[in-house]
């Protein structure tokens, strides 16, 4: 079964991340501008999941939600109909709910619009000490 993780990183957090997972293809999708506050969106680098069983994304969260350029990367799929789908976010907010989870739950939302399984999801907060646990505890699923 091939695995991949796909995924965004503005400030390097997410990809630092991305990194610890050795089992898997590391796919970066890349955009014409990190600015959080575009509004059109142009991606420059857009990997493909065809080939793809298991797939995890992940991005930073951007005003609460997840950043635009994954939201833009996912809704341009076709389908994710039969993958097995994991996502995680990292963001710098005190607590998930401020934009952690919410991040999360719309990526959930896409991803089973397309078809795909969402098995797990988990919000990584950079200021936390439990940090490091909560990326080791997500490590240990693959």
């Given at each position: 079964?091939?695995?991949a993780l796909i995924y965004y990183s503005k400030t390097g957090h997410t990809e630092s991340v991305a990194q610890k997972f050795e089992n898997m293809d590391l796919l970066k999708i890349?955009?014409?501008?990190d600015d959080p506050n575009q509004k059109k969106i142009e991606l420059t680098k857009k990997p493909d999941v065809k080939d793809i069983q298991h797939i995890i994304f992940a991005c930073p969260v951007h005003g609460f939600q997840a950043c635009k350029v994954m939201v833009e990367y996912l809704n341009s799929l076709d389908s994710l109909q039969g993958k097995?789908?994991?996502?995680?976010v990292t963001h710098h907010f005190r607590f998930s709910?401020?934009?952690?989870?919410?991040a999360l739950k719309?990526?959930?939302?896409?991803i089973e619009s397309l078809g795909g399984k969402v098995r797990y999801q988990t919000s990584i907060n950079w200021k936390s000490h439990q940090r490091v646990r909560d990326i080791d505890q997500m490590i240990e699923l693959y």
């Open positions: 079964m091939k695995k890349e955009s014409s501008s097995t789908i994991d996502t995680f709910w401020l934009g952690g989870l919410q719309q990526m959930r939302k896409i």
